[in-house]
């Protein structure tokens, strides 16, 4: 074991539980613990929401893409999900935070009723469950490359540190710790990225980033899709995740409400996203710089394994330190996400847990931290973890949220329809492929609706499954939450 490397992590937990407790002090209701009181300034609302996004999927999961795929590969994160953020600013946070909401799931009973209400929190909490569990793998990834822990038994010590800690303070300790922690996380990123791009440049990083785009496969430098028009479906199937799946997410919504101002939540929004995918370009290059300099891939990371190349001793520390702390500051924020939903819209709805909120709140932070380490152990990659939580929202929640936002007319009946039948044709889509078929993934993308049609007689019939292969599960489910939301405002009902 790396015993100084041990002792700064050990020191940088101490000292975040310490700031965790102090923060704890500023909670005396529900509204204090979920959302910090409304009270956060331009500077904790951008940090929070910067840190939050910030995680194991643009860290080490972009790194890896860009290393086995090229700069195609991260279009999900950072580039969708940058955008996602700024188009939040835009369009979305100031008719948001003007409704003095808690949970995305009371903007559905505010604009549908209780029956919306209830389907829109079922739907919001079980896709955080795998982006939760998306960051106790990166941090039981971390903890076998520098502490020889097992990843298994890493992802439970994870799971006992971000349920100690989100539980403490909630939305208070969240935002504090969040914005420290980025801070740490751009030193340790920097400091890597100085020291790899200058051993690519023979000691100027400067020279190491132009041999990166001289001598990188200009396949691997593009974010467009491959020719045809199936690569272009599934490419923008990944952008409409990405950009519109996040966007009725807690995470995000839980930090516009928390803004000081409907201006302030705008401007986090916007300035979060910009700074997001110009940092999120770091990690691509390291991953597409580690093939030039010939890094051999470990599986548990090519980022830890430059760190271990090419760091002295102390900037390793420095480096694992702000990889973990940023980890951690998602998962926190991730956990403490859907737990809210779960105590505010569903266990609200008993008296017994009514009565005591902060209890309620508490008690669905352990629920949704037992419910991701479960999905840590499902073995999927942190981008596919990632990748399937936004798709769930997209499709079941994204429609009825710009309608419930921007539309004169909120009918429950379309709501409900919007949700179910989206959510419906993706998951089916999803099960047909998994049991049916070879996934998408597996094959190449111009051979796949073909694939799909050449299992499936009589011929018109095959001419179908073409056309519905072509379309990637997100925009199926996409366009039938759009055809329930207009059948379900068909005829006469009543609109909220």
């Known amino acids: 074991m790396d015993w100084p490397l041990t002792f700064v992590v050990s020191l940088y937990l101490i000292g975040i539980f ?27 609302a951008w940090g929070t929401l910067m840190a939050t996004w910030f995680g194991a999927a643009t860290v080490l999961g972009a790194a890896e893409a860009a290393r086995d795929e090229g700069v195609r590969g991260t279009l999900l994160d950072p580039f969708a999900s940058g955008l996602a953020l700024i188009v939040a600013g835009l369009f979305f946070a100031k008719p948001m935070w ?23 929190s079922f739907l919001l909490i079980p896709g955080y469950l795998g982006w939760v569990g998306a960051q106790f793998v990166a941090l039981g990834n971390l903890q076998e490359i520098f502490f020889g822990v097992p990843t298994a038994g890493g992802i439970l010590i994870a799971a006992v540190i971000i349920l100690a800690y989100t539980w403490i303070g909630g939305m208070w300790s969240v935002t504090l710790t969040d ?50 028009l199936p690569a272009a479906m599934l490419w923008l199937g990944t952008l409409a995740s990405g950009m519109f799946g996040n966007i009725p997410g807690q995470d995000l919504m839980q930090r516009v409400f928390a803004a000081n101002s409907a201006k302030t939540a705008s401007r986090a929004c916007v300035l979060a996203g910009v700074i997001y995918i110009l940092f999120g370009l770091l990690p691509i290059g390291m991953g597409l710089g580690s093939l030039l300099l010939e890094v051999e891939a470990n599986p ?29 500051s998602t998962a926190t924020s991730a956990v403490l996400s859907p737990a809210t939903v779960l105590a505010h819209n569903l266990f609200g709805r008993f008296t017994s847990f009514g009565r005591r909120p902060l209890l309620m709140e508490r008690t669905a932070v352990l629920l949704v931290v037992i419910g991701s380490v479960v999905m840590a152990y499902t073995g ?19 429609v009825p949220l710009v309608v419930g936002i921007y539309g004169r007319r ?23 492929e998994a049991i049916l078929l070879p996934p998408a993934e597996d094959v190449a993308a111009a051979d796949y609706p073909a694939l799909v049609a050449a299992t499936i007689q009589p011929r018109w019939l095959a001419t179908v499954g073409y056309y519905f292969a072509l379309l990637p599960s997100s925009l199926s489910g996409l366009i039938a939450s759009v055809a329930g939301y207009a059948i379900g405002s068909l005829g006469k009902s009543k609109s909220k």
């Open 300 to 328: 548990q990371g090519i980022l830890g394994t430059l760190a271990h190349e090419f760091l002295s001793p102390m900037l390793k520390a420095v480096f694992v330190v702000s990889l973990i702390s940023i980890i951690v």
């Open 179 to 228: 914005t420290l922690q980025l801070g740490v996380l751009l030193v340790g990123m920097l400091i890597l990225g100085f020291s790899v791009f200058s051993h690519l440049g023979d000691g100027s990083p400067v020279d190491g980033v132009s041999r990166l785009f001289q001598e990188t496969e200009p396949e691997k430098l593009t974010l467009l899709p491959e020719p045809g």
């Open 410 to 432: 909120h009918r429950e009946r379309a709501a409900l329809l919007a949700m179910l039948l989206g959510i419906g044709v993706w998951a089916g889509r999803e099960l047909l």
């Open 98 to 120: 003007e409704m003095k909401l808690l949970t995305v799931g009371d903007f559905f009973a505010q604009r549908y009723g209780p029956r919306a209400e209830l389907v829109a």
């Open 18 to 44: 310490a700031l965790s407790i102090y923060a704890s002090g500023q909670v005396h209701d529900e509204a204090d613990y979920v959302v910090a009181g409304r009270r956060l300034p331009l500077w904790l």
């Open 380 to 398: 999927e990659t942190i981008l596919g973890l990632l990748e399937t939580s936004v798709a769930t929202v997209l499709v079941g929640l994204f």
